[in-house]
């Protein structure tokens, strides 16, 4: 038998998180892979060996700030994370969503936002695009087109919820 290694294959396996025994109700319950686990230096040298720029990896947004020196640990994407679900579950009308893009651990939702005519509600996602790590999608009727409004963290978006929240 001839084994031939399949790197994609291999993040693949390493980003895949086990699911809760029921619907995880923060970040925290959804960081069980092996991205989330492991010793960080491991995963930061398999992330560094399998990307390039023609094929980004499935990965959390804190790996790729990371990778780039823009976070000093995985331990302070971790807490970011827990501070915006604090903030934001901590309001009425805001839950957390467990599922999201490959990789990522999922975003938060404005329910009052859910309606007539709208038909997705105001989002709040994790990216790595920019320092502030977090993009505010406004609810809108689905036809594709939602531009994210950056923000830049967790007392930026304190500051705009007011507003938000009335969109």
Avoid: K
């Avoid at 294959?9 to 109700?25: G, I």
């Avoid at 991205?35 to 491991?42: K, L, N, Q």
């Avoid at 309606?115 to 689905?142: F, K, N, S, Y």
Wanted: proline share 11%; with cysteine.
């Amino acid at each position: 038998m001839n084994l031939i290694p399949i790197p994609r294959l291999e993040w693949s396996l390493a980003a895949e998180s086990v699911p809760p025994t029921s619907e995880a109700e923060s970040p925290e319950a959804v960081r069980c892979g092996w991205i989330h686990t492991a010793p960080e230096r491991h995963v930061l040298d398999l992330f560094r060996r399998l990307d390039d720029s023609a094929s980004r990896l499935p990965v959390p947004w804190w790996l790729r700030a990371l990778a780039r020196g823009e976070l000093a640990s995985r331990a302070e994407g971790f807490a970011f994370e827990d501070e915006v679900h604090a903030l934001l579950t901590g309001r009425e009308g805001w839950i957390f969503v467990p599922w999201s893009t490959a990789g990522e651990i999922g975003y938060w939702e404005y329910t009052p936002s859910d309606r007539p005519p709208m038909t997705v509600p105001t989002t709040v996602t994790l990216t790595d695009r920019h320092p502030g790590w977090l993009d505010i999608l406004p609810a809108q009727v689905d036809n594709g087109n939602r531009v994210a409004v950056p923000e830049p963290g967790v007392e930026g978006l304190e500051a705009m919820l007011p507003r938000i929240e009335s969109w």
